[in-house]
């Protein structure tokens, strides 16, 4: 048969167009299944009332609390600490021993498995830091988790910002960290950004790492102080979908349909910070 | 454009800058090889040369910039005002030898800003103070009366060569002592080329200017002196209207007359 390269050309494409749209699939039927099945549960009470009846009725507030507590409390650590380590690595380091140990060890941070800081969180924080089953032993876990993302797109955001911008301010007499501090870092925030809500997603969404460290089976109240345990909502919805029988379909899709919501409202107050900022950026 | 007459003697001033058996490597790469160069006080000096000949090297230099690259090694002296440079913290050196790139490089900031951002760093806060300097330091680079009402739009509203005198302009307003201009025309047209050459003879009366230039018939309007660089030699540096009239060299005459470059 002799080879028709517009034929070629028309299969390639119909190849290339199904893979893109069988990707798209995935995302649209998890939105479709979980809104069609979990809207009918949501209600005002759902929202602000405990849980009741061993989690079967009542509402999933605490678990809501807990979430944005631990999402809050990772980002608070893991945001200045994963910055300042990547504006050492992209604008300090030299090419050496340390700076090489240090970047593997964060290629190596990203690669761990989230039940394994699950357990690193239990020995270190809860156990050895006796820091207890606690809302901040589980913040301080997770944002340990979300560190490599912080930082991986931190140091790209500020490796973006043109280098004659700082020759330009170091030709008038500013510091290293003048620079960074006046012209490197405002014009990265929008990459730094992009990184916290990568991160700030992952946080929210991980069940393994808080396991072990914060997530309370079920405690219808609301937290005390950062030293007491909370219950989080990845957690409650494994914990009513497979722990406790008889529990209604419509709440356990209701739950996983509020952890989306949640997750989307954190991420877009993020996105307009970061538009906020992109509108200021020209050149 | 008006052409300046050159100083009859150039030995009148008393030298600002004076580079001493200056060698540069950038790795294994010879860079600049031997130069000896005297630049004397409120005058313009072009460095003209063909492309990797080491011109912009050593304007570079002369404020430091250098040193940022990896592998950068210099041997032989730099002094200015019989300071060497190298004994000078380079925050302050780096205050008293003002860069004005090959393009345009605003910040990405407002027009006040731009030039409110050296003032600030030496710690200048009050805002009247750096109002009256933006509008100096504007007037002297000729760009005042063209941006006066709209200080606070982004800086790349502008168009190039305005960009270009708005640099001219943040370079002066941190009070340098020398101006290191690096091919600053390149990427204007010819009116606005015209405009930012009318500031450099009118700074001149202020200050000591170094000029690097791809455009000979640059160097030769504005210029007191020429310096001919070749593949990171100094060939022959005088007065600009002999190295014009009469060089002594073969090879700048080739160069001017732009048989090759």
Known sequence: MKRNPQRTEKIAFFILLLSALLVVMPVCLIIFIIIEKGIGALSWQFLTDIPRQGMRAGGIFPAIIGTIYLVTGAIIFALP???????????????????????????????????????????????????????????????????????????????????????????LGASKWHTIRHVVLPNAIPGILTGTILGLSRAAGETAPILFTVAAFYLPRLPKSIFDQVMALPYHLYVISTQVPNVEEKIRFGTAFVLLILVLLMNLVAIIIRYQFRKKKRW | MNKTVPKSSGSVNHPKITAKDLHIWFGKTHVLKAVNLEIGCNEILSIIGPANSGKTTFLRTLNRLNELEANFKISGSIELDNQNIFNIDVESLRKKLGMVFALPTPLPLSIFDNVAYGPKIHSIKDKNKLRKIAEDCLKEAYLWDEVKDRLGESAYKLSGGQQQRLCIARTLAVKPEVLLFDEPCSGLDPISTAKVEEAMLKLKENYTIVLVTNNVKQAARVSDKTAFFLMGELVEMDETNKIFTAPRHKKTEDYILGRFG
Do not use: H, Q, W
């Open chain 1, 81 to 171: 600490l994963g910055v300042l380590a990547a504006v050492y690595l992209s604008e300090y380091s030299k090419d050496n021993f340390l700076t090489r140990m240090i970047k593997l060890a964060i290629v190596n941070l990203a690669g761990v498995p989230s039940v394994v800081y699950g357990l690193f969180g239990l020995a270190l924080f809860v156990i050895f830091f006796k820091l207890g089953v606690s809302i901040i032993s589980g913040s301080l876990t997770l944002g340990i988790m979300i560190l490599p993302i912080i930082i991986a797109t931190s140091r790209e955001s500020l490796e973006s910002v043109p280098y004659i911008f700082r020759e330009v301010s170091f030709s």
